[in-house]
């Protein structure tokens, strides 16, 4: 009866190592169909969270183009908080400049950095302000975020509304117990102060910039 050789250390290596190859190139062949087949939904799926969010600051009434491919990606931009890229949105009617939508940054929010999303007609107008992301105290400060807000008649947040510099001088954009326009919660000034200051400097930059904004089709 014909021995039976025992495999050398090499030869087992070898096999290990063929079967680990056949295992990565199967595994990566299947993430990437997996990719392949959830990449349109994903792609779907951020797109409607974008425009849900966008719609929240602008009404479909001021706008009929595709705001999600009429933007420009802005470098670091101090005058919005800005550190990193942002997005502006520039929104169009009937073909002539609406209204632009601005990524922005609170970098002082007494918890950290407040991120919003500001709607300004190319009239120089606040059409709206919403919060997209903060850390501000529970109950204290987090009433800038509507869905916070126990005032549901009339959110904080709502009074950027309809404002603008010809309506509120630029030093009257403080809260009141600063000498300026806008209400705030006992004990929680520090957060409405950055978001004021923050909305302030972006209509600024909006009014200042609008020409070029809705012109251009460079980044910054």
């Known amino acids: 009866m014909p021995m039976v050789k025992e495999p050398t250390a090499t030869g087992m290596a070898a096999r290990t190592s063929v079967i680990l190859f056949v295992f990565v190139i199967v595994f990566t062949a299947v993430l990437a169909g997996v990719f392949a087949l959830t990449a349109p939904a994903i792609k779907e799926s951020a797109a409607i969270e974008e425009m849900r969010m966008i719609k929240e600051v602008l009404p479909q009434a001021l706008y009929d183009n595709d705001l999600l491919q009429d933007t420009l990606v802005l470098t670091a931009t101090p005058e919005l908080g800005e550190d990193d890229e942002s997005k502006v949105y520039r929104a169009r009617l009937a073909g002539e400049p609406s209204a ?87 004990g929680a000034t520090v957060t409405p102060r950055a978001v004021i200051k923050a909305v302030k400097k972006a209509l600024k930059y909006a009014n200042e910039n609008r020409d070029r904004l809705f012109a251009s089709n460079e980044a910054k």
Not at 113 to 133: K, N
Request: aromatic share 8%.
């Open 100 to 186: 632009l939508v601005l990524e922005a940054v609170a970098p002082d929010g007494y918890s950290g950095r407040i991120r919003m999303l500001i709607a300004v007609r190319a009239s120089g107008e606040v059409v709206g302000v919403r919060i997209t992301q903060h850390k501000e105290t529970p109950g204290l400060g987090d009433y800038i975020d509507p869905k916070k807000d126990k005032n549901k008649t009339r959110p904080w947040i709502t009074q950027f509304d309809t404002l603008s510099f010809d309506k509120l001088a630029e030093k009257e954009w403080k809260v009141k117990k600063d000498g300026g326009h806008f209400d705030s919660n006992a």
